[in-house]
């Protein structure tokens, strides 16, 4: 009997060795096979880096030269022919988009990037984006947009806009006669959360009800009786199903067939700013154009910048995209060149493509970042870039980068970086008027408006384009307004400042809020997010945190009241000093007298010598001539008082 036992512990105890040298071969081959998994998932990750890059790299070439072609062309053909080149440019671009997006998402790769957004921005995006597909089909677009949501939340504004971006190609595609229909509207939930409601309906064709499945599958298409001319992969549904499922809400499909659909989700939103967005249809209206009308937002002359990229035909379209921003551009091929420029000059702002041979992007970033003494160590650096896979932006962050823009590179997004990153002294905003014109017609007029010098307002802190909005382009308006503004600064911290002795928080958010309220209505919009931020602090009754945080407040309150009282008293005299007088005129000048004064008023504008140059145009003024130079320097006049000295320069070149 104990015999018997033993051979049966015996046999157990083989058994079990057995069993768990198994244990250990499985777990060995299951090490093996997740190492496996872990190499193609990263190599994978590569190879969907490099073909993004890969493949928006020359769709990057050819849509920015075409939108050259757009603007400068005068031939309706050749712009019919570029219209035809974008519209299948922007096709491919999505379908590149779409793959990389759908790999991520069976990767479980794709991750929600949150932060505030403007709704108006957002929505102006996205319908600019089908504005000329509506046109070119005859379509209608009705907005239906809650005047009252909130117009900044927080969210992930790249992946709400792929959503209502899908949704709306899709239904400007699939319908051929009638109207597209925009509905969005909100429902406030506690904790400043709202529920936002979107509805994307169509006249199109509609969509049988067996068909209705295949929408959201990979790939599927409907049967060939439903499809358009423009028919897709089968990805961007898909997508957006899975996008919207990420974000907590659902996508739901109502359709009738030959009839049309509507496609609608609800996400939930955190609230920044309670302001109301208003009528966002006359915004919208006042501000759409197409590519063709292009004129740019900006000029820059004595702004310097450099564009690092090792692909020359990238260099052209950069180049080309800025030219009417007469930005100072040196271009590098390389991040060696790139470092060799920056030892021998000094520029505001760098633009780095990221991966270049020899020296990538990241790697010329870290040598700029460790030259000691070099002016332009510490400059903002954007990375350009077709590396469009997940993490992107985050890596571009966290390796030191000040911003990142993914190739092709959106025309307008380009400038409104740049407006940001560059130094506020060398950016004129032009309003995104022909500003020749504009100096034209405003002196040709005469109308006695108050004279807006954009250039120096917008160094004091105010958005010209924000507050011109909201005074629905009355400049006379604006002007009153902000006499009205500088008047009540001094009220509003004095009153302030006692609510916060006497520890009164209601009393302090009424104040802070009314304030908020005046510094947007003007386009202060620095100081109205800071009182925002107090309102928050002070709503809460966080009167240590209010504390603190309202001497900030009281110093840009300060800074602006002054700024605004010299502004304002150089508005006065100069409308004093316009006021005409009888001066003797210095009579006749022969005409290579005329011509070598001209030369040297250029001179002196090409310096940015002001006061000099408006001294020689009072000399010029006096001499008697025909009408057409007397104009020319009303021109160059107006141009001088508004500190656009290279506006004056091309006026006075243009008759030499």
Same mark, same amino acid.
């Given at each position: 009997?104990?015999?018997?036992?033993?051979?049966?512990?015996?046999?157990?105890?083989?058994?079990?060795?057995?069993?768990?040298?198994?244990?250990?071969?499985?777990?060995?081959?299951?090490?093996?096979?997740?190492?496996?998994?872990?190499?193609?998932?990263?190599?994978?990750?590569?190879?969907?880096?490099?073909?993004?890059?890969?493949?928006?790299?020359?769709?990057?070439?050819?849509?920015?030269?075409?939108?050259?072609?757009?603007?400068?062309?005068?031939?309706?053909?050749?712009?019919?022919?570029?219209?035809?080149?974008?519209?299948?440019?922007?096709?491919?671009?999505?379908?590149? $988009?779409?793959?990389?997006?759908?790999?991520?998402?069976?990767?479980?790769?794709?991750?929600?990037?949150?932060?505030?957004?403007?709704?108006?921005?957002?929505?102006?995006?996205?319908?600019?984006?089908?504005?000329?597909?509506?046109?070119?089909?005859?379509?209608?677009?009705?907005?239906?947009?809650?005047?009252?949501?909130?117009?900044?939340?927080?969210?992930?504004?790249?992946?709400?806009?792929?959503?209502?971006?899908?949704?709306?190609?899709?239904?400007?595609?699939?319908?051929?006669?009638?109207?597209?229909?925009?509905?969005?509207?909100?429902?406030?939930?506690?904790?400043?959360?709202?529920?936002?409601?979107?509805?994307?309906?169509?006249?199109?064709?509609?969509?049988?009800?067996?068909?209705?499945?295949?929408?959201?599958?990979?790939?599927?298409?409907?049967?060939?009786?439903?499809?358009?001319?423009?028919?897709?992969?089968?990805?961007?549904?898909?997508?957006?199903?899975?996008?919207?499922?990420?974000?907590?809400?659902?996508?739901?499909?109502?359709?009738?067939?030959?009839?049309?659909?509507?496609?609608?989700?609800?996400?939930?939103?955190?609230?920044?700013?309670?302001?109301?967005?208003?009528?966002?249809?006359?915004?919208?209206?006042?501000?759409?154009?197409?590519?063709?009308?292009?004129?740019?937002?900006?000029?820059?002359?004595?702004?310097?910048?450099?564009?690092?990229?090792?692909?020359?035909?990238?260099?052209?379209?950069?180049?080309?995209?800025?030219?009417?921003?007469?930005?100072?551009?040196?271009?590098?091929?390389?991040?060696?060149?790139?470092?060799?420029?920056?030892?021998?000059?000094?520029?505001?702002?760098?633009?780095?493509?990221?991966?270049?041979?020899?020296?990538?992007?990241?790697?010329?970033?870290?040598?700029?970042?460790?030259?000691?003494?070099?002016? $332009?160590?510490?400059?903002?650096?954007?990375?350009?870039?077709?590396?469009?896979?997940?993490?992107?932006?985050?890596?571009?962050?966290?390796?030191?980068?000040?911003?990142?823009?993914?190739?092709?590179?959106?025309?307008?997004?380009?400038?409104?970086?740049?407006?940001?990153?560059?130094?506020?002294?060398?950016?004129?905003?032009?309003?995104?008027?022909?500003?020749?014109?504009?100096?034209?017609?405003?002196?040709?007029?005469?109308?006695?408006?108050?004279?807006?010098?954009?250039?120096?307002?917008?160094?004091?802190?105010?958005?010209?384009?924000?507050?011109?909005?909201?005074?629905?382009?009355?400049?006379?308006?604006?002007?009153?307004?902000?006499?009205?503004?500088? $008047?009540?600064?001094?009220?509003?911290?004095?009153?302030?400042?006692?609510?916060?002795?006497?520890?009164?928080?209601?009393?302090?958010?009424?104040?802070?809020?009314?304030?908020?309220?005046?510094?947007?209505?003007?386009?202060?919009?620095?100081?109205?997010?800071?009182?925002?931020?107090?309102?928050?602090?002070?709503?809460?009754?966080?009167?240590?945190?209010?504390?603190?945080?309202?001497?900030?407040?009281?110093?840009?309150?300060?800074?602006?009241?002054?700024?605004?009282?010299?502004?304002?008293?150089?508005?006065?005299?100069?409308?004093?000093?316009?006021?005409?007088?009888?001066?003797?005129?210095?009579?006749?000048?022969?005409?290579?007298?005329?011509?070598?004064?001209?030369?040297?008023?250029?001179?002196?504008?090409?310096?940015?010598?002001?006061?000099?140059?408006?001294?020689?145009?009072?000399?010029?003024?006096?001499?008697?001539?025909?009408?057409?130079?007397?104009?020319?320097?009303?021109?160059?006049?107006?141009?001088?008082?508004?500190?656009?000295?290279?506006?004056?320069?091309?006026?006075?070149?243009?008759?030499?």
């Amino acid at each position: 009997m104990g015999q018997e036992t033993k051979k049966t512990t015996a046999k157990k105890g083989t058994e079990l060795s057995q069993a768990e040298a198994a244990l250990q071969q499985k777990n060995v081959e299951l090490e093996t096979a997740k190492s496996a998994v872990e190499k193609a998932e990263k190599a994978r990750d590569i190879f969907l880096a490099n073909m993004s890059h890969e493949l928006r790299t020359p769709i990057n070439t050819i849509l920015g030269l075409n939108e050259l072609i757009l603007r400068e062309s005068q031939e309706e053909a050749v712009k019919e022919y570029a219209r035809d080149i974008r519209q299948a440019g922007n096709i491919l671009l999505a379908l590149v $988009s779409d793959i990389l997006d759908f790999s991520k998402l069976e990767a479980d790769k794709m991750d929600l990037t949150e932060g505030i957004y403007d709704v108006s921005s957002l929505l102006n995006d996205l319908i600019n984006s089908i504005s000329v597909q509506l046109r070119r089909k005859k379509l209608d677009l009705v907005l239906d947009i809650a005047q009252d949501i909130p117009y900044k939340l927080f969210g992930d504004e790249i992946h709400i806009r792929q959503i209502i971006g899908n949704l709306l190609s899709n239904a400007v595609c699939y319908t051929e006669k009638g109207r597209i229909t925009l509905h969005v509207s909100w429902k406030e939930l506690p904790k400043d959360s709202v529920e936002m409601y979107v509805i994307v309906k169509d006249t199109g064709i509609g969509i049988k009800d067996e068909d209705i499945p295949k929408l959201f599958r990979a790939f599927q298409r409907m049967d060939s009786a439903t499809r358009s001319k423009e028919d897709r992969t089968g990805l961007g549904l898909a997508i957006t199903q899975r996008l919207i499922e990420m974000m907590g809400g659902r996508l739901e499909v109502q359709s009738v067939y030959g009839k049309g659909s509507a496609f609608s989700f609800r996400i939930i939103q955190k609230i920044v700013d309670r302001e109301p967005l208003g009528d966002f249809e006359k915004q919208y209206k006042d501000s759409l154009r197409s590519i063709e009308d292009y004129h740019e937002k900006f000029i820059a002359p004595m702004g310097r910048i450099l564009i690092v990229d090792d692909n020359a035909m990238n260099l052209a379209v950069a180049q080309g995209l800025l030219k009417g921003t007469r930005l100072q551009i040196d271009v590098a091929a390389s991040g060696e060149e790139c470092l060799e420029l920056i030892k021998r000059k000094t520029y505001h702002l760098i633009c780095m493509d990221h991966m270049m041979p020899v020296m990538d992007g990241v790697q010329t970033l870290h040598a700029i970042r460790a030259l000691e003494g070099n002016p $332009s160590r510490d400059i903002p650096v954007i990375a350009l870039t077709a590396n469009a896979v997940a993490g992107a932006r985050e890596l571009y962050l966290k390796e030191g980068f000040q911003d990142y823009l993914t190739k092709p590179i959106d025309a307008d997004k380009f400038e409104n970086m740049l407006i940001e990153y560059l130094p506020s002294n060398v950016v004129y905003l032009t309003n995104n008027r022909d500003i020749n014109d504009e100096y034209e017609q405003t002196q040709e007029e005469g109308d006695g408006e108050f004279d807006i010098r954009e250039s120096q307002l917008y160094l004091m802190g105010f958005n010209l384009r924000n507050g011109l909005r909201y005074m629905g382009g009355d400049k006379a308006l604006y002007g009153k307004v902000l006499r009205d503004f500088h $008047s009540i600064l001094q009220e509003k911290e004095t009153a302030l400042k006692d609510f916060l002795q006497k520890g009164d928080m209601p009393g302090y958010t009424i104040i802070v809020h009314s304030l908020k309220g005046n510094a947007r209505n003007v386009g202060a919009d620095d100081l109205a997010d800071e009182a925002f931020e107090l309102e928050k602090m002070a709503k809460a009754g966080q009167l240590e945190d209010v504390t603190v945080r309202s001497p900030i407040l009281f110093s840009m309150m300060n800074t602006m009241r002054n700024s605004l009282r010299v502004y304002l008293e150089t508005e006065d005299a100069g409308e004093k000093a316009e006021q005409p007088v009888s001066e003797e005129s210095a009579g006749s000048i022969t005409e290579d007298d005329w011509v070598r004064a001209l030369h040297e008023l250029a001179a002196r504008l090409d310096d940015f010598d002001g006061e000099s140059a408006a001294a020689k145009l009072r000399e010029l003024k006096r001499y008697d001539r025909p009408e057409s130079d007397k104009k020319m320097l009303r021109l160059c006049e107006k141009a001088i008082k508004d500190y656009a000295y290279d506006i004056a320069l091309e006026v006075v070149n243009a008759v030499l």
